[in-house]
C-alpha cells in the first residue's frame, strides 16, 4: 500500500480538519475500496508503526523503519510511504496552531522537543510501557474523532495533549543516545534562543535584545536561527507574539487595547499594524472570525 502526500493537488479536495487520525488498517481498508487518504501538504504528519515494515521517503531522503517506531514530517515536506499488508499503527496528522493553542506548557513541549524544523532526524524509538499508554490514547482518540458528539474537539484535544507527553517523555528517556545528532552547538543555540522568546515574548521584541541574552552578535543569531528552521529569529519572535495575542482572543476575549497593553504595546494603532503585517488579517477581522 502506498500513501503520499504532495505539494499540489492535480483535483480539488475538501478542507482538511487541523486534527486528523486513522489506524494504518483502516487506511490500507479504505485504499482497497479506491479511498484515497488526503494528509495536507501544511500540516504535521506522524506516523506510528507497531508492527511490519514501511518505506518511507521525506524530500530526497529514504527510511526503512520497521516495528514500535515514530516517524513524523513537517509542514511542507514531500512524502510518501509504502507499508506491507502486515502493519499495524497510526498516523496523526495536525496544524500547528491546533497543538499550540490545546495548551502553553505541551506547546513548550512541542516547541523545544523534536518537533522543531531545526531538528534533522524524524526518527523516535517507542520503548517499554509507553507502548502500551500511548496506545490507549491513540485508540481513544480515533474513537472520539469518528463520533459527532457534544465537546469532541475538547476531547480529542485532551487525549492529544497526554499522548503529547508520553512521546516526549520517551524522547527524554533516549536523549543520550541521539543527542550528538541533534544537539550539536548550533542546535543548542536555537534551542536556547526558543526558550527565552517563550520566557520574554511580552517585553523582548528585537533580535538584539536575544542576543545580547545569548552572548552573541544579532547577525549570528539570525543567520543560525535561519539556517536550522528556514526563518529567520525575527520572524519566529514575530509569530510568537501573534500567537499569544490570538489566545488572549480566543479564551479571554481581549479587546484590541486590552491585548496590545498585556503584551507590550503602548500604542494600540502600532500593535493592529504589528498584528496585520505579521499575520496576514487584522486584527478586528480576526476577533470577528472567532466570535462567529
Known amino acids: ?5 504532495v505539494l499540489k493537488q492535480d483535483t ?5 480538519a487541523a486534527f486528523q487520525i486513522y489506524s494504518i488498517q483502516s487506511l490500507q481498508a479504505g485504499i482497497k475500496k479506491g479511498e484515497t487518504p488526503f494528509f495536507c501538504v501544511d500540516m504535521f504528519l506522524m506516523i506510528w508503526i507497531l508492527e511490519g515494515s514501511v518505506k518511507i521517503g521525506v524530500d530526497t531522503d529514504a527510511f526503512h ?6 516517524f513524523y514530517v513537517t509542514p511542507g515536506q514531500v ?8 502493519a499495524k499503527g497510526y498516523a496523526i496528522s495536525f496544524a500547528k496552531e491546533y497543538i499550540e493553542l490545546t495548551d502553553i506548557r505541551v506547546a513548550g513541549l512541542f516547541r523545544t522537543s523534536f518537533f522543531n524544523q531545526f ?3 524524524p526518527i523516535i524509538y517507542i520503548w517499554g510501557d509507553s507502548i502500551v499508554a500511548m496506545e490507549s490514547f491513540a485508540d481513544k482518540m480515533i474513537q472520539e474523532y469518528n463520533n459527532t458528539l457534544d465537546l469532541r474537539s475538547d476531547i480529542l484535544k485532551g487525549y492529544l495533549k497526554i499522548f503529547m507527553i508520553y512521546l516526549c517523555r520517551q524522547i527524554k528517556q533516549n536523549i543520550q543516545d541521539i543527542q550528538d545528532i541533534y544537539w550539536s552547538r548550533k542546535n543548542h543555540l536555537v534551542k536556547l534562543f526558543f526558550t527565552q522568546v517563550e520566557k520574554y515574548y511580552a517585553s523582548k521584541k528585537m533580535v538584539k535584545e536575544y542576543a545580547e541574552i545569548l552572548a552573541v552578535s544579532p547577525g549570528y543569531l539570525n543567520g543560525v536561527v535561519k539556517e536550522m528552521s528556514g526563518r529567520t529569529a525575527s520572524h519566529h519572535i514575530q509569530q510568537r507574539i501573534v500567537l499569544e495575542a490570538k489566545r488572549r482572543v480566543l479564551h479571554d476575549g481581549f479587546s484590541l487595547k486590552e491585548t496590545a497593553y ?29 466570535s462567529i
Do not use: Q
Not at 65 to 70: A, D, G, K, L, Q
Open 1 to 5: 500500500m502506498k500513501i503520499s502526500r
Open 119 to 121: 531538528n534533522s532526524i
Open 262 to 290: 498585556d503584551l507590550g504595546f503602548w500604542d494600540p494603532a502600532h500593535f493592529s499594524k504589528y498584528f496585520k503585517n505579521c499575520s496576514g488579517i487584522n486584527f478586528t477581522d480576526f476577533k470577528k472570525g472567532v
Open 79 to 86: 512524502f510518501t510511504m509504502e507499508i506491507d499488508e502486515a
Open 65 to 70: 523503519v520497521s516495528e514500535n517506531v515514530f
Open 12 to 16: 480539488p479536495v475538501a478542507e482538511p
